[in-house]
């Protein structure tokens, strides 16, 4: 028997979900600390080792180590990784305050004229289309203060907040995750503040770290760039007690745009190729020709999508080849008795409802899991859109994704 429920504990209303260094960066369709902490204290009570494949900002990192329990995570994006590796590391705290007073003193002495900062405009795509001048010169000077951080790890701390602040004073509509510029009249009444909109951003993150180191967790966190699809890399088979993932709903394209979100930010951080990241990530190619899986009720989805419109049932199919891949890859990595908890949305693509939660089930039993239980829970908080335009007619909106399936799954 199929055991799925709607649960409302687990939707978690009026939660804070920027605990510790989960107030870190503002990040797409991410999956909240609560979920992942839940999780991890009914599956993987005793567990040396956490997996996310599709780790993003690493709020299931975060979890297992406030847990004490290691970590491992992957994403294809530079900037996810960047803010997973300065979220789970710890760092001097006497130290970090000396480059923030140094940092301090450094704005205020271009603030004041005492000092001529080293303006660099970086070769950024449309810079001028989505920055002012004025905001260029000082992500420039704060850019030249981080550039001559020696310390790493403190120079990473500093880029979390820059990355953010790259964002906050651009004309891109914060509101949105794909990149959409702001009204000409918003733009006329738009004069950010860069420079404390930067120190705001190192106090709140400071702080959240502070919090997190203090309950004296050993574990550690390990963040790569292996793509799951084609292989896991760093993991011994068989070595992971659980996986706790959030995995895209659907191809970055079509869903939730990560790169879009990262783009700026990327660029401003010297990251190569940064307006290419979607096309890279899970079902960001398309296969050629037509491929069926070993799930009927998959199969006639996708011949349905494919009778409304051939290309979108192209990429859905990709997409869904690339997920199962994937899942096949990480199966190999958990332990007899081990979990898989994958945290997924069931989209909806011209007019057909997905039913990722069941793909997901059924991909896991063939690779010898059992199902435990599919939980559904509402969305209240998570940063991605619920209505979309499925024609791009104006006016023709759709719902897209209202809830989440949690659906555990078990090694045998």
């Known amino acids: 028997m199929i055991i799925k429920y709607y649960d409302s504990s687990w939707d978690f209303i009026g939660a804070n979900t920027k605990t510790f260094t989960h107030c870190f960066h503002t990040y797409p369709a991410m999956m909240i600390p609560q979920v992942a902490e839940r999780l991890i204290l009914k599956y993987a009570k005793n567990a040396d080792l956490l997996f996310d494949p599709c780790c993003g900002t690493g709020t299931s990192l975060v979890e297992a180590n406030l847990k004490n329990i290691n970590a491992v995570g992957t994403d294809l994006n530079p ?9 789970t590391t710890k760092l001097n705290l006497q130290i970090l305050d000396l480059y923030l007073k140094e940092f301090s003193d450094y704005l205020f002495s271009i603030i004041f004229g005492m000092k001529r900062g080293n303006i660099v405009i970086p070769q950024i795509q449309n810079i001028d289309y989505w920055f002012s001048h004025s905001v260029q010169e000082k992500l420039a000077l704060i850019k030249d203060f981080i550039t001559n951080i020696t310390d790493i790890t403190i120079g990473d701390f500093f880029k979390v907040a820059f990355s953010e602040t790259v964002r906050e004073s651009s004309f891109t509509r914060n509101s949105e995750f794909k990149m959409y510029r702001m009204s000409q009249e918003q733009i006329k009444r738009f004069n950010p503040d860069v420079f404390a909109l930067m120190q705001s951003k190192l106090a709140r993150n400071r702080k959240g770290l502070k919090e997190f180191m203090e309950l004296n967790h050993d574990a550690k966190s390990m963040i790569f760039d292996f793509n799951t699809v084609e292989k896991v890399e760093h993991i011994d088979k068989e070595s992971v007690d659980i996986v706790v993932t959030s995995p895209p709903y659907g191809d970055s394209r079509t869903t939730v745009a990560y790169g879009q ?48 419109d051939e290309k979108r049932a192209k990429e859905v199919m990709a997409f869904y080849n690339d997920y199962r891949k994937s899942i096949i890859n990480v199966s190999k990595t958990i332990k007899k008795g081990g979990y898989a908890c994958y945290v997924v949305g069931n989209r909806t693509v011209k007019g057909v409802c997905l ?58």
């Not at 900037?79 to 979220?87: G, Q, T």
């Not at 039913?355 to 089930?361: A, I």
């Not at 994704?401 to 078990?410: L, P």
Request: some cysteine.
């Open 79 to 87: 900037l996810a990784r960047l803010i997973s590796k300065v979220k």
């Open 355 to 412: 039913p990722t939660d069941e793909v997901t089930r059924c991909l896991f039993e063939q690779q010898g899991f059992e199902h435990i239980e599919t939980i559904i829970r509402n969305i209240p908080n998570k940063r991605m859109p619920l209505k979309n335009s499925p024609t791009n007619v104006a006016g023709d909106i759709q719902n897209t994704i209202a809830n989440e399936y949690i659906v555990v799954m078990r090694k045998s």
């Open 261 to 308: 979100f990262s783009r700026l930010a990327n660029e401003w951080l010297d990251i190569k190729n940064a307006s290419q990241i979607d096309k890279n990530l899970m079902g960001g190619q398309l296969n050629n020709g037509c491929e069926s899986f070993d799930l009927q009720f998959l199969n006639t989805i996708l011949y349905q999508i494919a009778e409304r």
